[in-house]
């Protein structure tokens, strides 16, 4: 039996179906960094690498009530950032990074984060997913950015073939209009760290299966793969689900009083 080629527009239709679905259960998708902030959001993305976003905001709560900008942070004495950074893991490298950051942005950028991606990548630490971060969720500039979450997700729903984030990029970047590029990223993250996990997607539980090509490969029972929901999609957090639902304008607020752990 001959394979049915997909054309480039039935991609796209596919592709732009996934996103509206994505947008439907995920209306209170956001940035999942706490940030107040170019500068905020830009340290927090950094230091996110091999950590996860809960514990990198624990650490900048600390981190920024102390060293508010660059211009402090940069004189910061590196063990003291050491000692901050510690929980997030790779601290010495991360120290090092945040310190040369706020060096650079101090002395080219007199203090202030770049708002054009040429100039981003060329601080210290920054590449094209983090500089991607902070356009779209601190300066409004359309983004997509490739996580491992978002790559995984770009491939099962082949809409690309690469392992190459950039390549992921710009791929996925000719199936939508640049208007939703940073909203798609969140509902994308959302998605693959709630429902498509790397090694059990819950595939019986999934909201655009009938749209991937890669159906089938985690649990497809719906009443298993419903066990194998993650955060608010999770069994048990019908509750949280159902505020963020009727909040969304609040959902990091939400997100972070539900992450509070009892004094």
């Known amino acids: ?13 596919r592709a732009r179906k996934i996103n509206k679905v994505l947008a439907e259960l995920y209306p209170y998708a956001h940035a999942e960094l706490d940030f107040r902030n170019p ?52 601290f010495r ?9 706020s060096t650079r942005l101090v002395d080219e950028f007199d203090g202030e984060v770049p708002g054009r991606l040429e100039d981003l990548v060329t601080l210290p630490g920054v590449g094209r997913k983090t500089a991607n971060v902070v356009l779209g969720n601190a300066f409004g500039i359309p983004g997509i950015t490739v996580d491992t979450h978002f790559g995984r997700l770009a491939r ?4 690309t073939t690469s392992e190459d984030p950039v390549k992921i990029e ?21 998605h693959g760290r709630r429902v498509c996990h790397a090694r059990r997607p819950a595939c019986g539980a999934c909201a655009v299966a009938t749209w991937c090509p890669s159906y089938g490969e985690g649990e ?9 929901l993650k955060y608010e999609l999770a069994p048990g957090n019908e509750a949280l689900l159902e505020k963020l639902l009727a ?15 009892p004094a």
Do not use: C
Not at 60 to 87: C, G, H, N, W
């Open 220 to 228: 497809k029972d719906p009443v298993k793969a419903a066990k194998l």
């Open 170 to 190: 710009f791929d996925v970047a000719e199936l939508f209009e640049p208007k939703d590029w940073t909203m798609l990223s969140h509902r994308v993250v959302f």
């Open 1 to 13: 039996m001959d394979t049915v080629v997909e054309t480039p527009l039935a991609l796209k239709r």
């Open 156 to 159: 099962r729903f082949g809409w």
């Open 39 to 90: 500068f905020e959001l830009i340290v927090a993305t950094v230091l996110s690498a091999q950590t996860t976003d809960v514990l990198v905001n624990q650490v900048t709560k600390v981190l920024f009530a102390r060293y508010p900008d660059a211009r402090s942070m940069a004189e910061a004495e590196l063990a003291e950032l050491e000692a901050i950074l510690q929980p997030t893991g790779f």
């Open 247 to 261: 909040e969304t304008h609040r959902a990091a607020e939400i997100r972070m009083e539900s992450q509070r752990r």
């Open 93 to 101: 490298a991360k120290a090092k990074n945040v310190l040369a950051l």
